[in-house]
């Protein structure tokens, strides 16, 4: 009998919300979790505003002293996971951990870390540099820890593809388990790159919008005013089971995972292919390995990241995949909420699409007030929308032009 992949539990710390619950009401009722920048002063920089994560104690998750030898983005991972693991169930169940793996995806690792490291060398010498700074920095060391913790031996590593980083790993995780390597797999994506650093950098590059007036209105996939996309941090951490070990177990199930695509732009380190050509390949691989007909599929979480160009090439990407019927499917972007939080996006926004399949509601792209000719389609402006909703993808795509497509589908035996 072939082999099918479930969700069994789901963690969330987002600018919206740091557990499930809290995130689906934020996204449903179309709240912002973008707003000036706290956590450094930045009343000189050109850009002013990010998706911070609010009200975060990392010692609710992890002993205090252990929390202090983590980077913030280590934090996050280790504390959507231990959320996922809760809501799993699967820690009050016997589990052989040589078949329980952990791969956790991060575009940019502990940069928060390396800055802080980097200065107490320029300033007080190299004594200065904690011991622990390569191991608080180096992105895979959260799959390190949660395996740690836990005593899971089995696949661990990280994944790092820009904003695709974790939607890859979501993928290779189900690849896993099809072939056999692994029961169970905890993966996921986390970033913490709200750092002054990181900001210049985005900025200069001319990445981010830079609507400081009006921060809760500055992320606005898909309308004619978007100027940038709104860098943001978090985790999001899903738990994959093969389905006969979730069965024996009774475990909840989200939603089933069906199918992974990926593919290269092979165009520009930044910008995407003006054709949509890598995007569609990967939404076509993603659907083609599901094997339902497109003409199931009733919803799109877009990459949607409120960028001129990423905007108007998805679109085309996705009319070319889906032809005519591009038309009839629901799309929003959740990231008109969250901002874009880089390599954890894709974790964050495969939670969103299974939400959607269990709550059968479509969360809103807010702040589209103006829609941008070139962007067509239906991108459930503004507020959610009840609809059946049996097949879904997620599309995440990074610099680099790194393209990564994930299809779920609701839960039936």
Known sequence: MKKRVVVTGAGIISPVGNDIATF?????????????????????????????????DPTKWIDLKESK???????????????????????????????????V???IGGIQTLEQQHANLLTKGSRFVSPFFIPMMIPDII??????????????????????????????????????????????????SISPLSLAGFTNMKALSRRNSEPKKASRPFDRQRDGFIIGEGAGIVVLEELEHALKRD????????????????????????????????I??????????????????????????????????????????????????TKSMTGHLLGATGGLEFIALCLTLRNQIIPPTINLEE?????DLNYTPNKAVEKEVIYGLSS??????????????????
């Not at 912002?32 to 609010?54: R, T, W």
């Not at 504390?79 to 809760?86: K, V």
């Not at 829609?371 to 962007?375: F, G």
């Open 396 to 413: 995440n795509f990074g610099f680099g032009g790194h393209n990564a497509v994930l299809t779920a589908k609701i839960f039936e035996l």
């Open 143 to 192: 799959a390190g820890h949660i395996a740690i913790y836990h005593g899971f031996l089995g696949p661990n590593y990280s994944i790092s593809s820009a904003c695709a980083s974790s939607s890859h790993t979501i993928g290779i995780a189900m690849q896993h388990i099809l072939s056999g390597d692994a029961d169970v797999i905890i993966t996921g994506g986390a970033e913490a």
């Open 371 to 375: 829609p941008d000719p070139e962007c």
């Open 251 to 282: 475990a909840n199930i989200y939603a089933e995972i069906t199918g992974y695509g990926f593919s290269a732009d092979a165009y520009h380190i930044t910008a995407p292919h003006p054709e949509g050509k890598g995007q569609a390949l990967a």
């Open 69 to 103: 030898r983590m980077d913030r983005v280590t934090q996050f991972g280790v504390a959507a996971a231990e959320q996922a693991l809760q809501d799993s169930g699967l820690l009050d169940y016997h589990v052989n951990p040589e078949r329980v793996g952990v791969i």
């Open 24 to 56: 689906w009401k934020n996204l449903v009722h179309g709240i912002s979790g973008i707003d000036k920048i706290s956590a450094f002063p930045c009343n000189d920089l050109p850009v002013q505003i990010a998706a911070e994560v609010k009200n975060f």
């Open 284 to 333: 076509e691989a993603a659907i083609r390995m599901a094997g339902a007909p497109k003409e199931s599929y009733d919803y799109i979480n877009a990459h949607g990241t409120s960028t001129p160009l990423n905007d108007k090439f998805e679109t085309i990407a996705i009319k070319k995949v889906f032809g005519q019927n591009a038309y009839n499917l629901s799309i929003s972007s």
């Open 105 to 107: 995806g991060s575009g």
